[in-house]
């Protein structure tokens, strides 16, 4: 079957050349045009390469970017990619979704719309369904979000205890990379030797996002899950992968080994679909004292395409009443554009980009 030609929205920031590492040789996307401002028209991605850790084919650094024109993407692409800074994405995304074409945003534009899917494959498959709500879907066009990226490290272990036992109460303080900031991140005098105990809207999006991903699909909607979610958020001088300190109370009251079972035995549909971005084993865990760090493990998952997309817990503990544990996972792949691949792959795997 031949590829899904795609489009690249915002191709010069942090997210959007993630999406383009993610897409180089995928097995169902190739990649027809970058877009970004009128700043970046004409230019090569070579130009404007920002990511530090991965080599791109000669092919790829010599493609040209464009001014995002809406018509001409809708006319050339099935698929967007949107790694658009959310004060310009809900009105581009909207746009491509009423000439039919599929969007696929890392956008907080859209994330807490009724008829929008806020999507980690491994958690709410079944809350895909929620595009056929969108008026734009009887065209073809619809929009598909992935969480904030502390919200996608946090959701995965819940997803895997609150199936188990139940959930009454999340507290998490994150520690969170500068590469969550965007490039060039935070100012070398602001971060370096110090933390930063304000990351503007952060905790606001944990808060309220984990509750629609562990939420119930209705025939009327998302149901939000019944347990409450308090969170602390601090920016630190790490590049890459945010680190959570995250306690516990639950509805039943398993032993500590139950609890690490629960999350090393945790698979899903997206494991089932052989989603080729999905980590095989989507929650690694660390018996270490000292791990998860994000030096050793932040580019954890397999195959080689799921590098950095498998969430890592470690210190797992119990005291009282409370389990405690440390959750680390890559913000920007796995909480950024290898969250939206993934979840266009679920959408590929259910039939609904052919149209």
């Not at 010069?12 to 990649?31: A, C, N, S, W």
């Not at 619809?142 to 609150?162: E, H, M, R, Y």
């Not at 900031?181 to 990351?199: M, Q």
């Not at 979840?343 to 609904?352: F, I, Q, S, V």
């Amino acid at each position: 079957m031949d590829k899904i030609e795609v489009a690249v929205l915002g191709a010069t920031g942090m997210i959007g050349q993630r999406f383009v590492q993610l897409l180089e040789d995928h097995p169902y996307f190739k990649i027809k045009g970058l877009y970004a401002s009128e700043r970046s028209e004409g230019k090569r991605l070579a130009e404007m390469l920002k990511l530090k850790d991965f080599t791109f084919k000669k092919e790829t650094l010599e493609m040209v970017v464009e001014q995002i024109d809406v018509d001409k993407i809708a006319k050339d692409v099935r698929l967007a990619f949107s790694g658009l800074p959310s004060d310009i994405a809900k009105e581009y995304e909207a746009s491509l979704a009423s000439r039919g074409v599929a969007v696929f945003s890392n956008a907080a534009s859209h994330r807490m719309r009724d008829d929008v899917p806020l999507l980690i494959p491994e958690v709410n498959p079944d809350h895909l369904a929620l595009i056929e709500k969108q008026q734009t879907y009887r065209n073809g066009g619809f929009i598909v979000t992935n969480p904030n990226c502390s919200t996608t490290g946090l959701a995965l272990p819940l997803k895997a205890i609150d199936d188990a036992f139940g959930i009454d109460l999340v507290i998490v303080s994150t520690y969170q990379a500068v590469s969550g900031a965007g490039y060039p991140g935070v100012p070398s005098l602001d971060i370096l030797g110090n933390i930063i105990p304000f990351i503007k809207n952060e905790e606001e999006k944990m808060e309220s996002e984990t509750l629609k991903l562990l939420g119930k699909l209705t025939d009327r909607g998302v149901k939000f899950a019944d347990f409450e979610v308090l969170a602390n958020c601090a920016r630190v001088p790490v590049i890459d992968g945010h680190l959570e300190s995250v306690t516990l109370k639950l509805k039943t009251d398993p032993t500590l080994e139950e609890f690490k079972n629960a999350l090393e035995k945790f698979t899903s549909e997206a494991q089932r679909l052989n989603l080729p971005t999905v980590p095989r084993v989507p929650i690694i865990v660390r018996a270490e004292m000292d791990r998860p760090q994000p030096l050793m493990d932040v580019y954890a998952g397999e195959p080689q395409r799921a590098r950095g997309m498998a969430v890592t817990v470690g210190r797992i503990r119990k005291k009282n009443n409370y389990y405690k544990m440390f959750v680390l996972s890559h913000n920007t792949i796995r909480g950024g554009a290898g969250g939206s691949v993934s979840n266009a792959e679920l959408a590929y795997a259910k039939k609904m980009l052919f149209c």
